[in-house]
């Protein structure tokens, strides 16, 4: 059983398109993520929630709407796509605790070409 | 906003030989990560180091955290094919804070 799943892993689409990739994780984490990949492989937080409540927010554009309906699942919905938005979207999730340092999950990724 | 420089950018050796990959920050982290991530897939963590000075083993790949916490090292003794992948390290600035900070990426390339 995969972990941290997210779909699609590839979305090619115009500009101007909404689109969403949706993630799940059957690790009974707390912690869930949406972290984008650029061209450059730099990684980058965009969201984190905490059973479902937003928790992180980074300066990300408002066409950018995450949703957790439980702490399971945390989709990235986005509007209005740009050029700009085509990288790989990482979902991940953690455990929460008072122990140490939150250990990342990832998924294998969402691959979004604007076009 | 913490940085974490990683260098070098790209890395290609032959197999068998050692290499040692560096993670830099002005800033202090509680704990730091390491992260490799495979072609197509997400960053898999490698492991964690929360004391400053520690040294954590795994197989041939030896991790440090520097004394003060704003750095790190991760070195390979006798790099096989296998360990090509690009490598992150990550770091966290509280304890149980959520937001890591990821370095700008090591690509590393073992030529069989």
């Known amino acids: 059983d995969t972990a941290v799943s997210q779909t699609p892993k590839y979305l090619v689409t115009q500009m101007g398109n909404d689109k969403s990739i949706k993630c799940e994780q059957n690790l009974g984490h707390d912690t869930m993520y949406w972290y984008k990949q650029d061209s450059k492989k730099f990684l980058k937080i965009m969201f984190s929630y905490n059973n479902k409540e937003l928790i992180i927010n980074e300066t990300v554009p408002n066409r950018f709407s995450p949703k957790s309906p439980d702490k399971a699942h945390l989709n990235l919905h986005i509007n209005s796509l740009e050029l700009g938005d085509s990288a790989v979207y990482f979902c991940?999730?953690?455990?929460?605790?008072?122990?140490?340092?939150?250990?990342?999950?990832f998924g294998a990724g969402s691959r979004l070409t604007v076009l | 906003t913490q940085l974490l420089e990683q260098s070098p950018q790209f890395l290609s050796i032959q197999e068998g030989e050692n290499l040692t990959v560096y993670c830099n920050s002005s800033?202090?982290?509680?704990?730091l990560q390491w992260y490799r991530q495979e072609p197509g897939e997400g960053p898999v963590l490698l492991v964690t180091v929360v004391t400053g000075g520690e040294v954590k083993k795994l197989k041939r790949l030896t991790f440090q955290f520097g004394d003060a916490r704003k750095d790190s090292s991760l070195h390979i003794t006798a790099a096989q094919p296998g360990d090509t992948g690009l490598y992150l390290c990550?770091?966290?600035?509280?304890?149980?804070?959520?937001?890591?900070?990821f370095g700008t990426g090591t690509r590393l390339t073992i030529i069989p």
């Open positions: 800033s202090v982290f509680s704990s």
């Open positions: 991940a999730s953690s455990p929460t605790g008072l122990s140490g340092a939150n250990v990342l999950t």
């Open positions: 990550a770091g966290a600035p509280n304890f149980g804070n959520e937001k890591l900070t």
